[in-house]
């Protein structure tokens, strides 16, 4: 018979699933609204929601942190300009130019640049299997940049799309790295929301200046819909069930359901965008999925045989 325990692991399963299922269906979203929605404008206007919706519970905590915020704005800004600012709004110029598939293929591949950025950066050790893993994931991210033509790496005819949503993995794999510097004073909410209302003013002027060069937003049900599905499900309600399916399985099993980002997404582009699966997205996610384990999976399980 389960016992509670049981179901408390299965509920963060599911929670841990959907936030990967609500981070997909905003790549989708990106996608369909490129056309309608500017992509500074659609990250800006996300925001700005997240934060009305949060705020009633957020101001009372920024008040009451304000010295700890003031103290440590630096590394706040920092850690806020990468994530929710550069983040999701090189994302979102890079669906503009590739295909929804490709952008969470490409997303699966942060723990390995994660990797590769903390052997350069904080000097860690790496193993050969490790190494081996990073160059497998490599050929994956290029299949998938050269859609499965390795001729075109001779003419440089890259999809910029894929190269914008490659910049903003690096942005938020230098994020997660920086995240040991965050001021432990803050609980995750206060965190969370100071990083939403510093981004939102960093995007603001961008944002405004998009306007002024594109075609004006066509308000419609869809616009509007699309705005309130990113500020509510892969914003404040993937937070949520992210947080609490990491004090359930903890950090290291949670993160592996990053890698549901690519099914999910190639089934959400096929059915919702009419995006053919093609060979090269499997056989980039067979060469990425592959060096993940070798360099991140493996050898965490080869660790807790250690202990």
Known sequence: MPTKDDHKTSMAYLLLALTALFWSGNFVLGRAMHLLLPPVVMAELRWLLALALILPFLLPKLIANKAIIL?????????SILSVACFNTFIYIGLTLTTASNATILQSVIPIVILIISVIWLRESIS???????????????????????????????NQGDLFILV?????????????????????????????????IALFPFALFELQHVEPVVWHNQTIATIIYMAVFPSILAYIFWNKGVAELGAAKAGLFIHLMPIFGLILSSLFLNEEIQSFHLIGIAFIFSGLYLAVIAKRSNNKKLT
């Open 71 to 79: 103290k440590h704005w630096k590394i706040l800004t920092l850690l």
């Open 128 to 158: 050969i299997q490790q190494w081996f893993g990073v160059i497998v994931s490599s050929f994956g991210v290029l299949t998938l940049i050269t859609k499965g033509d390795p001729a075109s790496l001779l003419t440089f005819q890259f």
């Open 168 to 200: 903003a993995v690096l942005s938020w794999a230098v994020y997660s790295i920086l995240l040991r510097w965050r001021p432990v004073e803050l609980d995750g909410f206060t965190f969370f929301g100071i990083t939403v209302v510093i981004g939102a």
